[in-house]
């Protein structure tokens, strides 16, 4: 809907002239910028200039309140349907919005310019447009020429400006570009070197990841090879011990028994040095086998209590499970008796009161048939900042605690590494002063799957 504000007859050139003044001063009034201004006075010159002549011509200016934003609205309007020259329409249309409504008996061009959207027209746009076309001033020829030539100068010279804007930011866009090319320059060359760094430290881990292989394997060799070297001797001082130590047709002496004794038991504990040397020399290298077949829990528990209740000292008790229904478990039996008697003898060494408990308990996970090892100790317990590194091999925990306790520092790795092989796993827990706790799972050899998993598990 437009609110209609003034109304002017187009009869002769003179008020044609003055049509522009008027197109000026409307758009000067609406706050609308200089090129809009002298694009709405041309627009309105040329159609003037195309129409004069038509039967009652007449121009009306108003406002379009209903259009978002608001809009100035030009209205020529003749008698008959003579239409407008085609190429007047075109040079109009690139100037603001027109529409031509050809009729009978009343044609109309319709030009429609939107109000600034930044909002610097007043308050009442309609009134300061009433107000401006109340006082529009009649004009010459002159006049419209000398206008006509002060906004071709006003353009050229905001031409000018912008030109001079565009050269000075075309200037700082080149120097942006030559500050980009430089940096990017720079990061390349960074980029490179710092690709080249990694590409020589990859290189240099993988030759230090080829020596730490080549050391492992060559630890293993000898390992493997001084232990063989080693048993025999030292079974020969063992047999010979014994046999020093039987009662025969000329015994001892106190002092000779206390003395072959003492070789016995040193041999005794070199042989089972290098008997823990050798098997863990071949677990590492996958040279263990596993023989899985179904596994008597209960006769392995007997067995265990057997061999170690008499190394129980004063004050300690070793509990073990009555096992009335022992869970099922198919795996390598003399790999799990290696496991449970290192971890029930390494807790009784560090136990002086209290127990040591084992428990067997099916796992509860039905998807993955499992037994659940369990060996609970009230011994001198582990720092929290020791729990990693007792599973280095040879790798002990100083203290008090070691007096009078011989040890390798090779229980507890060589328990977790026969875990792994049978495809469990083995968790600790301890707390100083209190305890430990060591929970290994042993997988069911028998479910699917399970035997690809432990072959996978030995290799190297």
């Known amino acids: 809907m437009t609110e209609e504000t003034a109304s002017f007859r187009l009869s002769s050139a003179q008020e044609v002239f003055g ?17 809009d201004q002298v694009r709405l006075a041309t627009a309105l010159s040329e159609l003037g200039r195309d129409r004069l002549g038509s039967p009652d011509l007449e121009v009306t200016f108003g406002l379009d309140t209903t259009a978002q934003p608001n809009a100035l609205v030009v209205a020529f309007s003749w008698r008959g349907g003579t239409p407008p020259r085609q190429e007047t329409l075109d040079l109009v249309a690139r100037l603001v919005r027109v529409e031509h409504r050809a009729g009978t008996p009343q044609s109309r061009l319709l030009l429609t310019h939107p109000l600034p959207r930044d909002g610097a027209w007043p308050d009442d746009p309609g009134e300061r447009l009433a107000d401006a076309l109340d006082t529009a001033a009649p004009s010459t020829e002159a006049d419209d020429l000398r206008a006509q030539t002060r906004d071709l100068i006003a353009a050229l010279d905001e031409t000018r400006a912008q030109r001079e804007e565009l050269r000075r930011l075309n200037e700082e866009l080149e120097e942006t570009n030559q500050g980009v090319l430089a940096l990017y320059s720079e990061l390349t060359r960074e980029l490179e070197t710092t690709n080249s760094g990694v590409l020589a430290l990859h290189s240099e881990l993988e030759d230090k990841r080829r020596q730490l292989q080549e050391a492992s394997e060559a630890k293993t060799r000898f390992w493997t090879n001084i232990s063989h070297e ?21 015994p001892l002496s106190p002092e000779q028994q206390e ?13 089972a040095l290098v008997s823990d040397l050798l098997d863990v020399a071949k677990a590492e290298a996958g040279h263990l086998e596993i023989h899985a077949e179904p596994v008597d829990i209960r006769l392995v528990v007997t067995h265990l209590g057997g061999l170690l209740r008499s190394h129980a000292e004063g004050g300690v008790r070793l509990v073990l499970p009555p096992l009335d229904d022992a869970p099922a478990l198919v795996t390598d039996e003399t790999l799990l008796v290696r496991i449970l008697r290192n971890l029930l003898s ?14 067997v308990t099916a796992d509860p996970d039905l998807h993955d048939r499992a037994v659940i090892f369990t060996v609970t100790d009230t011994g001198v317990g582990i720092p929290e900042e020791e729990i990693d590194r007792v599973f280095e091999a040879f790798y002990q925990v100083r203290g008090p605690h070691q007096r009078g306790r011989p040890g390798t520092g090779l229980g507890l790795p060589y328990a977790r590494t026969l875990a792994e092989l049978l495809g469990g796993s083995l968790s600790l827990t301890s707390t100083v002063g209190e305890g430990t706790r060591v929970r290994v799972r042993v997988p069911d050899l028998d479910r699917p799957g399970a035997h690809a998993c432990a072959e996978q598990e030995e290799r190297p």
């Open 19 to 35: 049509l522009r003044r008027v197109a000026q001063q409307a758009a000067a009034a609406l706050a609308f910028d200089q090129q």
């Open 230 to 250: 080693l048993r025999t001797p030292v079974n020969a001082v063992v047999g010979l011990s014994r046999l020093l130590l039987t009662p025969g047709p000329s």
């Open 259 to 271: 003395q072959v004794e003492l070789i016995a038991a040193s041999g005794h504990t070199m042989l």
């Open 346 to 359: 390494n807790a009784m060494k560090f136990t002086e009161r209290g127990e040591v408990r084992l428990d």
